[in-house]
């Protein structure tokens, strides 16, 4: 299975963008990237995904390097309910890692 | 409309008895997934359903965990001989087809004593 992999945690002050970091460097042409979100006692939730074009919704933005192999999920301004565990992860199998913990400063 | 709905919500139960886990996922969404989460770490993979078959049972464990989805839509899942190793949260999704976006249920937490 192609695997990614992420730091284990980011920290951020509120109000300013955060970028999230995914290494993919095994992804197949035909995967997709995506990224979901984790809060405590909660099931995971669906952020953004992509193939090869940067894409944006209202929630964030994933930029996703030429070649494929990393992929930044971007927060524009990040507040104290983005704090969670985000997930990165392709879509065989759609195998779930550790993911980054996201830690807000107000 | 309703999302991912699963029960129990919390399952105590004691090391050597059986238990059933269901999943009510999204109406018309043709593609199920089980994962287990463990303290601390991501869910991990479990099993796939596209409509009723099983198209990926790859990550179940051994052969005390078993699935089924009948009629293509609820999904049970079925441990038996628990052990308190099986202690996990165990989280439902559906996505309309694979690939797919996912929803996940707010998942049962069992715990094996």
């Known amino acids: 299975d192609a695997k990614t992999t992420q730091p284990n945690s980011m920290e951020s002050n509120e109000e300013e963008p955060v970028h999230l970091p995914c290494n993919h460097s095994?992804?197949?042409?035909?995967?997709?990237i995506h990224w979901y979100r984790q809060l405590p006692s909660q099931g995971p939730e669906y952020v953004i995904h992509?193939?090869?074009s940067n894409v944006n919704n209202r929630m964030a933005s994933l930029a996703i390097a030429e070649d494929r192999k990393s992929s930044t999920l971007i927060l524009h301004r990040a507040t104290l309910r983005d704090a969670a565990v985000y997930y990165c992860?392709?879509?065989?199998?759609?195998?779930f890692g550790k993911g980054i913990t996201l830690s807000v400063r107000p | 409309g309703a999302g991912v709905s699963q029960t129990p919500s919390n399952k105590v139960t004691e090391k050597g008895k059986y238990v059933e886990l269901r999943c009510d996922p999204i109406?018309?969404?043709?593609?199920l997934y089980w994962y287990r989460q463990s303290l601390g770490q991501g869910p991990e993979f479990l099993i796939y359903f596209q409509g009723t078959g099983a198209a990926d049972d790859s990550g179940l464990p051994n052969d005390r965990f078993f699935a089924v989805r009948p009629e293509g839509s609820v999904s049970t899942l079925k441990i038996q001989r628990t052990e308190r190793g099986d202690s996990a949260v165990y989280l439902c999704?559906?996505?309309?087809?694979?690939?797919?976006?996912?929803?996940f249920g707010p998942g049962t937490r069992l715990t094996v004593l």
């Open positions: 109406s018309g969404h043709t593609a």
């Open positions: 095994t992804i197949s042409g035909t995967d997709y």
């Open positions: 992509g193939l090869t």
């Open positions: 992860i392709l879509s065989y199998k759609l195998t």
């Open positions: 999704a559906s996505s309309l087809r694979r690939d797919r976006v996912m929803f």
